[in-house]
T-cell receptor
Framework: DTEVTQTPKHLVMGMTNKKSLKCEQH?????MYWYKQKAKKPPELMFV???????INESVPSRFSPECPNSSLLNLHLHALQPEDSALYLC????????????FGPGTRLTVT | KQEVTQIPAALSVPEGENLVLNCSFT??????LQWFRQDPGKGLTSLLL?????REQTSGRLNASLDKSSGRSTLYIAASQPGDSATYLC?????????????FGQGTTLQVKP
């Protein structure tokens, strides 16, 4: 099973709201990733967790707060977002760091109003 | 700076044609090269992973090659079908043994006409 699941599929939130995106995998992968993808652009890396510890933060604004509660779960907490943060948020995981194939979830379509 | 370029940006072919998508990367110190397919509004589906020590990988009608020294990869699609219509992304994989950092190209949007 190479499935990465993400919830919710769609999210609409106001600029003062607090919401969370969730990602789950059961492949035993120890690296998990958050990407942001704007329309007609490739995904851009936001965060990487390795063995449940944050290893890469690509200078993402603090209104995005990642969390890795355990080896199967990855959350992205959202607060005080801007309309330009509207995008498709993708989660991925890999089994052997840079040597392993990355598997992506279906994404959460976020709209900030 | 690590950059990945894909040519062409868009491609339209009649059904049954064989076609080649091109990908080039500036930093040859890659771990892997990974090809993905993305349908509109959907996530990425991994098609092929080529390890840096490999020259090519095959899966069904797909064949991907890698020339690390020249910084190039190609994705060959044989006997194209309308269901192949999608955006194809290549990603050069950097990082470490614990984490992989993907640098994506801009993608090639393929349309296969019946």
């Amino acid at each position: 099973d190479t499935e990465v699941t993400q919830t919710p599929k769609h999210l609409v939130m106001g600029m003062t709201n607090k919401k969370s995106l969730k990602c789950e995998q059961h492949m035993g992968h120890r690296a998990m990733y958050w990407y942001k993808q704007k329309a007609k652009k490739p995904p851009e890396l936001m965060f990487v967790y390795s063995y449940e510890k944050l290893s890469i933060n690509e200078s993402v604004p603090s209104r995005f707060s990642p969390e890795c509660p355990n080896s199967s779960l990855l959350n992205l907490h959202l607060h005080a977002l801007q309309p330009e943060d509207s995008a498709l948020y993708l989660c991925a995981s890999s089994g052997h760091g840079a040597y392993g194939e990355q598997y992506f979830g279906p994404g959460t379509r976020l709209t900030v109003t | 700076k690590q950059e990945v370029t894909q040519i062409p940006a868009a491609l339209s072919v009649p059904e049954g044609e064989n076609l080649v998508l091109n990908c080039s990367f500036t930093d040859s110190a890659i771990y892997n090269l990974q090809w993905f397919r993305q349908d509109p509004g959907k996530g990425l589906t991994s098609l092929l992973l080529i390890q840096s020590s490999q020259r090519e990988q095959t899966s069904g009608r797909l064949n991907a090659s890698l020339d690390k020294s020249s910084g190039r990869s190609t994705l060959y699609i044989a006997a194209s079908q309308p269901g192949d219509s999608a955006t194809y992304l290549c990603a050069a994989v950097y990082g470490s043994s614990n984490t992989g950092k993907l640098i994506f190209g801009q993608g090639t949007t393929l349309q296969v006409k019946p």
